[in-house]
């Protein structure tokens, strides 16, 4: 299985609103990322997580929050987002470069957008 | 900040044709480069994975190449065909940690 798993495929939400991203695999990875994607743009990284700890935050607003439930599970939490936050927004996991190929798996992405 | 570079950036081509995909990276230790396909919307499918040990890595009718001490990888696909459209982005791991850089993309329209 060499699956990521993204829930919702789309999202809608008001500024006001607190909503959550999830995203899942069962690949056995100690490495998961949350990426944003605007059109037309590279995906651009914003966390990452090793072993269930935050080793990256690539300066994201407070208003996104991410939490790794455990080896399996990712989440971003939303509150108070801005319209342009609208976007693409990609989970990926990876073996860890150092026990691994490091090769990276993406998720199909939940399509955001904030009104 | 390590800068990863794709040329050219929108690729059309007649059906049936050989092309190349290039990759452009600032610093060549590398602990692997990867080539990615991403559809309009979609997420982004893992083509080829080259490691930092590796010169080439072939896949039915892709073939990609990499030589560190230029920084440059090639993606060569023989006898495009329409549903090849897409946007390819390669993307480079350093042994610095489980960061990837991404390339700028190139678009590619394979014409009918």
């Known amino acids: 299985d060499t699956e990521v798993t993204q829930t919702p495929k789309h999202l809608v939400m008001g500024m006001t609103n607190k909503k959550s991203l999830k995203c899942e695999q069962h690949m056995g990875h100690r490495a998961m990322y949350w990426y944003k994607q605007k059109a037309k743009k590279p995906p651009e990284l914003m966390f990452v997580?090793?072993?269930?700890?935050?080793?990256i935050n690539e300066s994201v607003p407070s208003r996104f929050s991410p939490e790794c439930p455990n080896s399996s599970l990712l989440n971003l939490h939303l509150h108070a987002l801005q319209p342009e936050d609208s976007a693409l927004y990609l989970c990926a996991s990876s073996q860890e470069a150092s026990g691994g190929t490091g090769e990276l798996f993406f998720g199909e992405g939940s399509r955001l957008t904030v009104l | 900040k390590q800068e990863v570079t794709q040329i050219p950036a929108a690729l059309s081509v007649p059906e049936g044709e050989n092309l190349v995909l290039n990759c452009s990276f600032t610093d060549s230790a590398i602990y692997n480069l990867q080539w990615f396909r991403q559809d309009p919307g979609k997420g982004l499918t893992s083509l080829l994975l080259i490691q930092s040990s590796q010169r080439e890595q072939t896949s039915g009718r892709l073939n990609a190449s990499l030589d560190k001490s230029s920084g440059r990888s090639t993606l060569y696909i023989a006898a495009s065909q329409p549903g090849d459209s897409a946007t390819y982005l390669c993307?480079?791991?350093?042994?610095?940690?489980?960061?990837?850089?991404f390339g700028t993309g190139t678009s590619l329209t394979v014409i009918p």
């Open positions: 997580y090793s072993y269930e700890k935050l080793s």
């Open positions: 993307a480079v791991m350093y042994y610095t940690g489980n960061q990837f850089y």
